[in-house]
């Protein structure tokens, strides 16, 4: 009985931190292009630097191996 009760009440924090500590602020979406039909997000364009794209490459060249 004593460890049902714990697990409930583990539970039961698990749920609450997890609701608790999701977003900070609702500031935390893509700004959004106003004015058309539809709101469009936009998101931040990320180029990679050589030694970042040779990662990228090495994982794809792993990934094929196995198809």
Same mark, same amino acid.
Not at 13 to 37: H, N
């Given at each position: @009985?004593? &460890?049902?009760? @714990? &697990?409930? +009440?583990?539970? !039961?924090? !698990?749920? +609450? &931190? ?7 602020? $609702?500031?935390? @979406?893509?700004?959004? /292009?106003?004015?058309?039909?539809? +709101?469009?997000?936009? !998101?931040? /364009? $990320?180029? @990679? ?5 040779? /990662?990228?490459? +090495? /994982?794809?060249?792993? $990934?094929?191996? !196995?198809?």
């Amino acid at each position: @009985m004593k &460890l049902k009760n @714990m &697990l409930w +009440a583990g539970c !039961f924090f !698990f749920v +609450a &931190l997890s609701l608790f500590t999701a977003c900070e602020s $609702y500031d935390e @979406m893509p700004p959004r /292009i106003e004015g058309s039909s539809t +709101a469009k997000l936009v !998101f931040p /364009i $990320y180029e @990679m630097n050589s030694e970042e794209r040779a /990662i990228v490459d +090495a /994982i794809r060249d792993e $990934y094929k191996q !196995f198809e």
